[in-house]
């Protein structure tokens, strides 16, 4: 079962602009993480927002979640073109079970 | 130099063989995790496991099998059964804990014609 859904499905912006990418999901979480995937890879945790949390920093990441909404947002600033990935949100729900991964984002950054 | 290794990177089989993809880690985590990954379709649980010889059925279990002997070994058997075993297969490891980061592999890219 697939519960965080990312918005945009793909993403070309320019160098030096900012990344803005969307996550919704469903039911309630524990926390929620950021991965980003550079092609033919293995996914690299990025960062993690517990459900007490409204946002978080990480370098050029900014990670904003609002459960009212069900949603989460992971902006990356000044972007380079080394930051081309893919991005996946993914969700831990009460209880012990394995994180939930969304489809992600497929992030271009043209140089 | 800790990490997961999954081996071979590229595997090639054909249909109706049996496969199995090797995953190791020595980080020292409890809980390792397969999951497999098809174009536009994100990443689904085959496998989890928590601890040494007891493993859980993910979403998409149907097909394949695993073992856990070993804390830092998690074998992945696709079997003939699996009626379309070509993907990317990812595997991962985490401390124990409610929603803990995943650490994983590079991926093995299994193809059967």
Avoid at chain 1, 10 to 22: D, W, Y
Avoid at chain 1, 60 to 88: C, E, G, M, P, Q
Avoid at chain 2, 39 to 48: D, K, T, V
């Amino acid at each position: 079962s697939q519960q965080g859904e990312e918005d945009p499905q793909a993403l070309s912006i320019q160098e030096g602009e900012n990344a803005t990418m969307n996550c919704s999901y469903k039911t309630s979480i524990n926390n929620l993480q950021w991965y980003r995937q550079n092609s033919g890879r293995g996914l690299v945790h990025l960062i993690l927002i517990r459900s007490n949390e409204r946002e978080k920093h990480s370098g050029r990441l900014r990670v904003t979640l609002d459960t009212s909404k069900k949603s989460s947002s992971l902006l990356i600033t000044a972007s380079r073109a080394a930051d081309t990935a893919s991005y996946f949100c993914a969700t831990a729900n009460s209880g012990n079970t394995p994180l939930v991964f969304g489809k992600g984002t497929r992030l271009s950054v043209i140089a | 130099d800790g990490g997961i290794t999954q081996s071979p990177k590229y595997l090639f089989r054909k249909e109706g063989q049996n496969v199995t993809l090797s995953c190791e880690q020595n980080l020292n985590h409890d809980a390792m995790y397969w999951y497999r990954q098809d174009p536009g379709q994100g990443l689904r649980l085959i496998y989890y496991s928590q601890i040494v010889n007891d493993f859980q059925k993910g979403d998409i279990a149907e097909g394949y099998s695993v073992s856990r002997e070993k804390k830092e070994s998690f074998p992945l058997t696709v079997t003939s059964a699996q009626k379309n075993p070509t993907a990317f297969y990812l595997c991962a490891s985490s401390e124990t804990g409610v929603g803990s980061p995943l650490h994983f592999g590079n991926g093995t890219r299994l193809t059967v014609t």
